[in-house]
C-alpha cells in the first residue's frame, strides 16, 4: 500500500484518497500534463516495471531500465518512431497517444522557437538536476526525431531555453536538406 499524495509531481496527487481513474485518463496525464504520479501508477501498482521492462525487450529497448528510470535517446527514439508509425498499438490508440503528447502542457523547449504550425508530439521530464524533452517533429513531408536528455543542471530555465535553440538549429538543418 502506498500514499499517492506522496508520490511524484502532477495534479493527481492532490485527489482524495480512494479517486479512481480510468486507464486513458492516467495515460493522458502521463503524457500531456507529465504526470510522475499518473506514471507512477500506471507503471507501478496497475501494469508492473516487470511488464513493461519485457514489453520494451521486444520493441528492442535495451538502455531503458524501468527499475532505475533510466534511459537513452536510442531507446526514446525507437520507441517515438515506432508510436508514430503504430507498430506498438492499434492505428486508432497510437493517433491518440501522439495527441496527447501533441496537446502537452509544457511547450517551452523543443517546439517553443519552432514555427506555430510545426507538428511536434513530445514529452518532458523533470526532476531535479535533469530537464528532458524528447519527440517527433512533422516537416512538410519530412519526420525526424530529436531529444535531449541533461545531468546535473544547476541552472533548470537555462538548460529549457537551451533545448529550445537546439530543437531550432534541428529545425533549420532539416529545412534545408
Known amino acids: 500500500m502506498f500514499d499517492i499524495q506522496d508520490y511524484g509531481t502532477g495534479s493527481i496527487r492532490y485527489d482524495p484518497p480512494g479517486t479512481t ?56 527514439n525507437k520507441l517515438f518512431l515506432k ?27 523543443i517546439p517553443v522557437l519552432l514555427p506555430k504550425e510545426t507538428k511536434v508530439y513530445h514529452k518532458t521530464g523533470d526532476e531535479i538536476g535533469n530537464i528532458h524533452d524528447v519527440g517527433i517533429v512533422e516537416l512538410d513531408k519530412k519526420v525526424y526525431f530529436i531529444g535531449v536528455l541533461t545531468d546535473d543542471i544547476v541552472d533548470e530555465e537555462g538548460a529549457r531555453q537551451l533545448i529550445a535553440q537546439i530543437s531550432k538549429m534541428v529545425f533549420e538543418y532539416q529545412k534545408g536538406l
Open 21 to 76: 481513474y480510468s486507464l486513458k485518463t492516467l495515460a493522458r496525464l502521463m503524457m500531456e500534463k507529465s504526470d510522475n504520479t499518473a506514471a507512477h501508477l500506471l507503471g507501478r501498482q496497475i501494469i508492473g516495471f516487470d511488464k513493461i521492462q519485457e514489453l520494451l525487450k521486444t520493441w528492442g529497448l535495451t538502455q531503458t531500465t524501468m527499475e532505475e528510470n533510466k534511459t537513452s535517446l536510442l531507446d526514446m
Open 83 to 109: 508510436i508514430y508509425r503504430g507498430e506498438i498499438s492499434s492505428q486508432a490508440l497510437s493517433a491518440e497517444m501522439l495527441g496527447f503528447m501533441d496537446g502537452s502542457d509544457f511547450e517551452d523547449r
